[in-house]
């Protein structure tokens, strides 16, 4: 499945519009779409609707589809193998762990002094 790459629209929007000589003013006024729009776009702040996403790619000339990317399929138990891991990971799987165990532990002494 493929999905928007709001860092592959940013970083395209921007090199055009340079490679183009254009402020971002200058494709407002030729896109309709307002200049603070524009920027969020190239911060990745900001998803167009289509409208606009249709103006950007004709006055940059690029296609809407090349935006599109394949849709990584994650799978959250690969982060609990400890061979997938590096190091860094590791570490910050046990930081969770500890943390989760020990909300764990204050839910059940909260629950125990509520019904003394």
């Known amino acids: 499945m493929k999905k928007l790459s ?3 629209l940013a970083e395209t929007v921007k ?3 340079e490679q183009k000589g254009l402020t971002q ?3 407002s006024n030729l896109t ?3 200049r603070v729009m524009i920027g969020r ?3 990745e702040n900001f ?3 289509i409208t606009q996403f249709e103006a950007l790619s004709k006055i940059l000339d690029f296609e809407i589809t090349d935006m599109f990317v394949e849709k990584k399929e994650t799978n959250s138990f690969i982060a609990l193998r400890s061979e997938a891991l590096s190091g860094g ?3 910050g799987v046990d930081r969770l ?3 989760m165990l020990t909300l764990r532990q204050q839910i059940l002494l909260r629950r125990k002094f509520e019904n003394e």
Request: neutral net charge.
């Open 25 to 27: 003013e200058e494709l």
């Open 15 to 17: 090199e055009k519009r």
């Open 41 to 43: 776009i190239e911060r």
């Open 32 to 34: 309709g779409i307002n």
């Open 97 to 99: 762990f500890k943390m």
């Open 89 to 91: 990971e590791k570490e």
């Open 47 to 49: 998803i167009p609707s």
């Open 6 to 8: 709001t860092a592959k």
